[in-house]
């Protein structure tokens, strides 16, 4: 009933507004859908699909069309496999499909051609192999009603389909295709954005997990130039290295082999069906490629080609070879849990875990077991957990910020998000982020989407929503967190190595923090993040 009432009500929007919902885009006319919340355009081509011939090439622009294209529902998801039977369902795609390239726009319900909003572009994470843009967590009727921005979200091509590398010949596969597919859209924002209502100058870049590496990776490589002035970097785990070639070029041989084909064959590669390619991409997952334990957190990737990828880019903030903008960088508290607990589902001895730091380097475990001795011997988990979310996540994310500050970058800013989702069941399977400060435990807040998961948020996660939501779009609209249309109530201050506050985003109020880890990450800064 309830559900024939809102398609009714969706369709009377609709032929009123009937004028409004279709705009022209480059390359032909789409319709979107209009609400009382948002005017919402989803599926929208923004390069050729890349599928037969177009497989493992740069994305193309998309062939313009005739007529009017109808944009009201998410496409298919990036190929991936299994996604719904590791993640919660508010997290995957309903379909998958090689034919992907598509992104997703919402504008504030009274957007107009001229109302030259500031538009958020949004990379989704998921390790570069899951996830997608159009997946529930990241809809965005309630962000841009509430931030009065317009927001962008961006499928790109994921495992083997974005990432293989067979070799360096003209029509091998090179990898990093993922990144350009980003690229393209960022592109595709510039030049089309106007007509919903978006000012083309006034773009802020943001992502999480693989999605905030994928943003740092915009930020040094010295290719998205002009196509936007900010940057949020959520959660990124800056410690996890890229491949090396030798790593990729054995992992593209053991897929070629997976699927029966001669190494480095691409013809016969070419020839081979989206799902044995997923099937072969998911086997070679687990095969470990390089010494540096950190790697299998992301078997399949981003390499560094020195070209796309240029560089780790910890290395580029410590060289000054990191694009200067305002930038927003934060993580949440226990950002590896999940990792930790998935892996070890019962306890975890004393002599496991020295057994994974002497993995981890032979040379500074003791160092590592003296600054992170564990508190019970019997279970040493939550030690393992501490340890690594300060050497991925929390201390490099300083770092990073420090060495931006000494290239004389002016404009970051710092958080701490410290606030257990109350929702009983919200982590299905993943019971043991109750109550815990999980890797994306920020996303239904930032996106307030927790409702489309069935989860209801308390009156203090409303309120940490709208706080997170008005310093987000303050930033796209004024490069400062501060300032913009939505009233904060605590100055959140410049990051910097000497007055080191950082924004702790908790309930019931979120306050300002010195000296966050200071001593961990002084520690992790003198031992070195890749280890
Ligand atoms: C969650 O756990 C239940 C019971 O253990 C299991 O049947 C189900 O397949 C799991 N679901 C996911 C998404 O892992
Ligand atoms: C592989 O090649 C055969 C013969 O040319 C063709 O019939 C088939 O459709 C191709 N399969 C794919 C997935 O391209
Ligand atoms: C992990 O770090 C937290 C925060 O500093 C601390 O309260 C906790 O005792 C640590 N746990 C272990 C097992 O070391
Ligand atoms: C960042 O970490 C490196 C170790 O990898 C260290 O040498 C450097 O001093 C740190 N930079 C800052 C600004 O803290």
Request: hydrophobic content about 40%.
């Amino acid at each position: 009933m309830f559900r024939y009432l809102y398609s009714i009500i969706i369709s009377l929007a609709a032929f009123f507004y009937n004028d409004d919902v279709i705009v022209e885009t480059k390359f032909g006319k789409i319709q979107g859908v209009q609400t009382s919340k948002s005017r919402t355009f989803l599926g929208v081509p923004y390069a050729a699909p890349p599928i037969g011939s177009l497989r493992w090439r740069p994305p193309e622009n998309p062939r313009p069309w005739t007529g009017v294209l109808d944009t009201k529902e998410v496409k298919a998801g990036c190929y991936q496999l299994a996604c719904a039977s590791m993640n919660p369902a508010i997290l995957c795609p309903k379909t998958v499909s090689e034919d992907c390239l598509y992104l997703n726009i919402w504008t504030p319900a009274n957007a107009r051609k001229d109302s030259r909003l500031p538009v958020m572009v949004f990379i989704h994470g998921g390790n570069f192999v899951q996830l997608s843009g159009g997946s529930l967590l990241f809809r965005g009727e309630d962000f841009v009603s509430k931030g009065h921005v317009i927001l962008v979200n961006v499928d790109y091509r994921l495992g083997a389909f974005g990432f293989l590398v067979t070799g360096d010949g003209p029509r091998d596969a090179k990898g990093n295709y993922g990144i350009k597919d980003q690229r393209l859209a960022l592109q595709w924002v510039k030049d089309n954005i106007e007509a919903f209502g978006g000012d083309p100058r006034k773009v802020t870049l943001f992502g999480q997990s693989a999605g905030a590496q994928s943003t740092a990776i915009h930020l040094t490589n010295g290719k998205a130039d002009g196509l936007f002035r900010n940057a949020i970097i959520q959660s990124s785990p800056f410690s996890i290295r890229y491949k090396t070639k030798e790593e990729v070029l054995f992992l593209g041989d053991f897929i070629a082999k997976f699927v029966n084909c001669p190494a480095g064959d691409i013809t016969c590669l070419l020839n081979v069906s989206a799902e044995d390619i997923a099937l072969a991409e998911h086997e070679a997952r687990s095969v470990v490629t390089s010494p540096f334990l950190l790697e299998l957190f992301e078997p399949i990737g981003p390499w560094v080609d020195g070209d796309e990828v240029k560089m780790e880019p910890v290395t580029a903030a410590q060289s000054g070879k990191f694009e200067n903008i305002p930038l927003l960088i934060g993580t949440v508290s226990e950002e590896t849990r999940i990792f930790v607990y998935e892996a070890f589902k019962e306890t975890m001895g004393l002599e496991t875990y020295l057994g994974i730091l002497l993995l981890a380097d032979p040379i500074k475990a003791l160092k590592l077991l003296a600054k992170y001795p564990p508190v019970k011997s019997r279970d040493c988990r939550d030690t393992l957990q501490n340890l690594s979310t300060d050497l991925i996540f929390t201390c490099t994310a300083r770092n990073v910020s420090r060495s931006l500050q000494t290239f004389g970058h002016s404009s970051i800013h710092l958080y701490i998000f410290n606030h257990p989702f109350s929702a009983k069941g919200a982590w299905y399977n993943f019971t043991f982020c109750e109550g815990h400060d999980c890797h994306g435990v920020e996303l239904p807040f930032v996106f307030h989407t927790a409702h489309l998961g069935g989860f209801h948020l308390s009156p203090e996660e409303e309120r940490l929503s709208t706080e997170l939501i008005s310093y987000w779009s303050n930033f796209a609209y004024t490069s400062n967190p501060n300032t913009g249309p939505h009233p904060v109530y605590l100055n959140w201050p410049n990051y910097d190595i000497k007055q080191t506050t950082i924004m702790h985003f908790k309930t019931p109020k979120s306050e300002l923090l010195d000296e966050y880890r200071k001593n961990f990450c002084d520690f992790w800064d003198d031992v070195g993040y890749f280890i």
